[in-house]
Each structure stands twice: as structure tokens, then as C-alpha cells.
């Protein structure tokens, strides 16, 4: 069994769930129930490994499997990072915390604008 990440939804198109397998983006499949969608997507992801392996191919590593530094960059336009600075300060937090909590979707709490809740 591979350990790759797979994803149901409903398709109100198709009238059916679609199941592709993150990992591998060329791949997907459609089913009536949602149980059923994940088990042809772990099915034909199995196959479509086992193949690749049988060509000599290498299989992507799965997600969670593969080591994350925990540092990317992000670039901006100047009007963003200045607003981000500003926020930042207000707060009295790092601009990398502020940003850590905004795509985490976590409130940041402490202090307001003027020092105090």
C-alpha cells in the first residue's frame, strides 16, 4: 500500500465523486459514493506505481514522507511588505510571526495597535 495523499469531493458536473491522488496530478477517478472514490483512486495509484517501477521509473515520494525545512520565500510587492511591516509592528511581533499566523489562520492575540488589548 502506498502512502500517498488522496482527496474525495463531490462533482455536481459529473454527478459524482472525483478522487485524484495529490501526488500523482495526471491521476483520478470518478465513483457514485465517496468510499468508493477513494478506493479506485488508491487502486489505480497502486497500478499506475507498480508500472512506473516496472520501467525503471522512479515514484514521487509521498507528501508525507519528504523532509520540509520549514523555510520558503515569498515574494511580494513592496506596498504588501511595507503594510506587513506596519501590521508587524503594531502587533510587537515579527513580521515572520504575523505571517506564520495569517496562513495558519490562527488570530494572533496579544497586544493592539497601542500596546494593550
Known amino acids: 500500500m502506498h502512502r500517498y495523499t488522496f482527496r474525495a469531493e463531490w462533482s455536481p458536473d459529473e454527478q459524482e465523486y472525483i478522487g485524484p491522488c495529490v501526488e500523482l496530478p495526471s491521476l483520478s477517478q470518478r465513483a457514485p459514493t465517496l468510499g468508493e472514490a477513494i478506493s479506485a483512486i488508491e487502486e489505480a495509484a497502486g497500478e499506475f506505481v507498480a508500472s512506473m517501477k516496472a520501467l525503471g521509473e522512479t515514484a514521487p515520494t509521498p507528501l508525507n514522507e519528504r523532509n520540509y525545512s520549514g523555510t520558503f520565500v515569498v515574494r511580494t510587492s513592496p506596498a504588501l511588505h511595507a503594510r506587513l511591516a506596519l501590521e508587524a509592528a503594531e502587533q510587537r511581533v515579527s ?9 495558519s489562520g490562527r488570530p494572533l492575540g496579544g497586544f493592539g495597535p497601542f500596546g494593550f488589548d
Do not use: I, P
Open 95 to 103: 513580521m515572520n510571526h504575523l505571517v506564520v499566523q495569517k496562513l
